[in-house]
């Protein structure tokens, strides 16, 4: 897990923009970007690991906590602006939990998707994390 600060460049009347570049600020190529929002306050989402993809999250509006957890140490991060961003390697179990009404998550992955990548089971997971 590494936190990332992102480029900011503000305009007082016209915002601000926040911009990162695959292989220069972050450490992958950049092959997915999605997102999320028009969550509630409360919403519970991930609860699974990647076996190989990486990902890059920040929030440009809202707040979102990250759960971090490698099998051994929990770790807690809140997105709370829009130049932090999260880099989660692989093999690392996280949940994301909604602070604020419509907070919007945005994710680079550094594949396409495959559900053949997630573990969701925990118990599983812990299993994986010992013999890997
Ligand atoms: C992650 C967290 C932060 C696709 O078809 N393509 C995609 O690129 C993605 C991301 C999802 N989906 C499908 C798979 C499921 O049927 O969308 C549905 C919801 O996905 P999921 O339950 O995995 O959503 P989250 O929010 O729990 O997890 C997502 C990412 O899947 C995951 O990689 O780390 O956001």
Same mark, same amino acid.
């Given at each position: 897990?590494?936190?990332?600060?992102?480029?900011?460049l503000?305009?007082?009347?016209?915002?601000?923009?926040?911009?990162?570049?695959?292989?220069?600020?972050i450490?992958?190529?950049?092959?997915?970007?999605?997102?999320?929002? $028009?969550? &509630? !306050?409360?919403?519970?989402?991930?609860? @699974?690991?990647? +076996?190989? /993809?990486?990902?890059f999250?920040?929030?440009?509006?809202g707040?979102i906590?990250?759960?971090?957890?490698? $099998?051994? &140490? !929990?770790?807690?991060?809140i997105?709370d @602006?829009?130049? +932090?961003? /999260?880099?989660?390697?692989?093999?690392?179990?996280r949940?994301?939990?909604?602070?604020e009404?419509h907070?919007?998550l945005?994710?680079?992955?550094?594949?396409?998707?495959?559900a053949?990548?997630y573990?969701?089971?925990?118990?599983?997971?812990?299993?994986?994390?010992?013999?890997?």
């Amino acid at each position: 897990m590494k936190i990332i600060k992102l480029k900011y460049l503000d305009h007082q009347d016209t915002g601000s923009l926040v911009f990162f570049e695959s292989l220069k600020d972050i450490p992958f190529e950049i092959k997915r970007i999605y997102s999320i929002q $028009g969550a &509630k !306050k409360g919403t519970h989402r991930g609860k @699974h690991a990647h +076996k190989n /993809l990486k990902q890059f999250l920040f929030c440009p509006y809202g707040k979102i906590q990250v759960l971090l957890d490698d $099998g051994y &140490k !929990k770790t807690e991060i809140i997105l709370d @602006h829009p130049q +932090k961003g /999260l880099l989660i390697e692989t093999m690392i179990w996280r949940e994301l939990v909604w602070l604020e009404d419509h907070s919007v998550l945005c994710v680079a992955a550094s594949d396409y998707y495959d559900a053949e990548d997630y573990i969701r089971d925990y118990e599983e997971f812990k299993q994986t994390r010992k013999i890997r």
